[in-house]
């Protein structure tokens, strides 16, 4: 069973802003991010005509690159696609300069703002800036300061600043970072990234839950039984040992993109659609959340780390096999755990949160389980009637599913689930956006409503603060259980969810 739209009108589907005059500094312009995301990102603005002419890109980093260095590298980085649309790529590169910047040298600053106002006049970006720090995060706070004291954040009106994940290490450090950059700029001008939150289908959380009468009233303890939010990679640690071995999974990818659905997820209706008023209701569930046990949090949060796996003809490395990475390492590469929310909605309800890298099927999705039916009238093909499910599904094959249960054909009086789906790739007949693309827009129209606030984050961080703690100061209660690589994690993530007489989904 699909689901269609109800105006199969494919032209006009799209609603685009257009960006604002500007000029977009990016800090870390010789990095990975830049050259994979960001300019990707920007170019496919620029072929959607959504960026103006009266625009530049300015990259900064230590290395002295020239303009035409840096057009260069960034022509290499996107290959084919510049063969593809070679018109378009040069109209787009001359707007890309390069300012070697090295962010701990105030003088080099100065000599940035005035570059600023070379470019300024020359593409008539008008003073308006947007600061990407795709830096180090040890940067991030004295990027800002650096940015503050070399007057390029004094304005609030044409100025921004976009800091990039990870924000802090735990509560303590989010704290300290947010003084800082809330010292150096007004929280209206601070960006800071979760692209999980530029994924088409996690906004569409929102709308599905806010612009549809039918799932409000049921959107509560009295109707759902369960909410399983997963985040599956099948891709193991690639490059990245460096940064993951100080990081995990908890920080990596709960802290922040699955926190995001949780809060999208659970948070109450905003009084308008703003970015305010979405931010206050996130930010308000989330100070409800908790570890479904944070005296003794070894009961309900799991940590694995996957070990070599795969077949015969392509095996797969364990963790600890792979460059970089200690050979004694317990850096959790999975992580489950149960949460509640104490609030009048969700009391009793537990939320059961889960990642892991090198599991056999790459998704992520919101599953929300319904509470069954009081009286069993029928019997069910399975033994017992399967529990509806609204399975939202963030990708790949974005959409979403309902599951409920039909009379089997036949003469007797048998139920049987069904799938309803509605797939965005069939309904709307193109592919989503990169989240990069929709965040770097928004950040560059100085919509923060994707972005998350200081609180927020802080929140967040919080939840999260008595395992962070459990794994610095006795990590053998919280040990890291190996598991197969492709396999869906360690058996005793399986027993979390077993007490409680459930099983994980397994799509
Ligand atoms: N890569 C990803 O997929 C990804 C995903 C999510 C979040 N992030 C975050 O994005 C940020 C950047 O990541 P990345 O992977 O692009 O890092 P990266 O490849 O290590 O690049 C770091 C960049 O910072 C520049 N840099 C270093 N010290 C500097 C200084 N003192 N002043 C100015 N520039 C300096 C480096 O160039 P020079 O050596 O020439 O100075 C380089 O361009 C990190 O915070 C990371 O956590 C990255």
Same mark, same amino acid.
């Given at each position: ?12 589907? @799209? ?5 604002? !005059? ?34 530049? #890109?300015?990259?900064?980093?230590? @290395? !002295? ?19 593809? *649309? ?44 947007? +600061?990407?720090?795709?830096? %180090? ?7 800002? %300061? ?12 044409? %100025?921004? #600043?976009?800091?990039?994940?990870? +924000?802090?290490? =735990? ?37 599905? @839950? +806010? ?81 479904? &046990? ?13 070990? !070599? ?25 999975? #992580?489950?755990?149960?949460? +509640?929310? &104490? ?32 009286? *069993? ?33 036949? %003469? ?6 069904? &799938?309803? *789906?509605?797939?965005? =790739? ?10 990069? #693309? ?51 994690? !360690? ?8 007490? =409680?007489?459930?099983?994980? @989904?397994?799509?």
């Amino acid at each position: 069973m699909t689901v269609t739209l109800t105006n199969p009108l494919r032209v006009g589907l @799209r609603q685009e802003r257009v960006v604002s !005059p500007q000029c977009l500094v990016i800090f870390g312009a010789s990095g990975d991010l830049t050259s994979r995301k960001l300019v990707p990102a920007l170019f496919e603005l620029f072929r959607q005509r959504r960026l103006p002419t009266e625009f530049a #890109v300015l990259g900064c980093a230590r @290395r !002295p690159w020239s303009d035409e260095e840096f057009r260069g590298q960034m022509a290499e980085a996107l290959g084919d696609l510049i063969h593809e *649309h070679r018109g378009a790529w040069d109209q787009f590169a001359a707007g890309l300069f390069y300012e070697p910047v090295d962010l701990q040298q105030p003088e080099h600053l100065v000599r940035l703002a005035q570059r600023l106002e070379v470019i300024d006049r020359h593409r008539a970006t008008r003073n308006n800036r947007t +600061f990407y720090l795709s830096v %180090s995060p040890k940067f991030y706070g004295s990027g800002c %300061s650096a940015l503050a004291a070399a007057g390029l954040l004094s304005d609030p009106e044409r %100025s921004r #600043v976009v800091i990039e994940k990870p +924000f802090g290490r =735990d509560y303590g450090s989010a704290q300290e970072l947010n003084r800082i950059v809330q010292t150096s700029a007004k929280e209206s001008q601070v960006f800071r990234i979760d692209h999980y939150l530029g994924k088409e289908t996690v906004q569409n959380i929102l709308v599905l @839950r +806010f612009a549809n009468t039918i799932f409000e009233p049921i959107w509560n303890r009295n109707y759902i039984a369960s909410v399983e939010i997963t985040a599956a990679e099948t891709v193991g640690v690639e490059e990245r040992a460096g940064y993951y071995e100080s990081s995990g999974a908890l920080r990596d990818m709960v802290q922040n993109h699955l926190t995001q659905m949780l809060a999208l997820t659970t948070m109450e209706a905003p009084g308008r659609f703003d970015a305010e008023a979405i931010r206050n209701e996130k930010a308000k569930v989330l100070q409800s959340a908790r570890l479904a &046990d944070e005296l003794e949090p070894w009961n309900c949060c799991v940590r694995g780390q996957y070990g !070599p796996g795969g077949t015969a003809r392509r095996p797969l490395t364990g963790y600890r096999q792979e460059p970089g990475v200690n050979p004694n390492s317990t850096t959790e590469t999975y #992580v489950a755990m149960k949460l +509640f929310i &104490d609030n009048w909605r969700w009391q009793g309800v537990p939320f059961y949160l889960r990642t892991g890298k090198r599991l056999p099927k790459r998704m992520s999705e919101v599953v929300l389980t319904f509470r069954e039916a009081p009286v *069993h009238l029928f019997d069910a093909a399975g033994g017992s009637p399967t529990a509806n499910q609204l399975i939202l599904r963030i990708q790949p094959d974005e959409g979403a599913g309902f599951r409920f249960e039909v009379k089997s054909p036949g %003469s007797g009086m048998r139920s049987r689930p069904v &799938d309803m *789906h509605f797939s965005y =790739d069939e309904s709307f007949g193109e592919p989503s956006d990169e989240g990069y #693309v929709r965040l770097l827009a928004d950040a560059m129209l100085g919509d923060p409503t994707l972005f998350t606030r200081g609180d927020e984050v802080e929140a967040a961080w919080r939840l999260y603060t008595p395992l962070l703690e459990l794994i610095e100061d006795s990590p053998w209660q919280l040990p890291v259980h190996p598991y197969e690589a492709r396999t869906w994690g !360690p058996a005793a993530a399986d027993n979390l969810l077993g007490r =409680d007489g459930l099983m994980w @989904r397994r799509p």
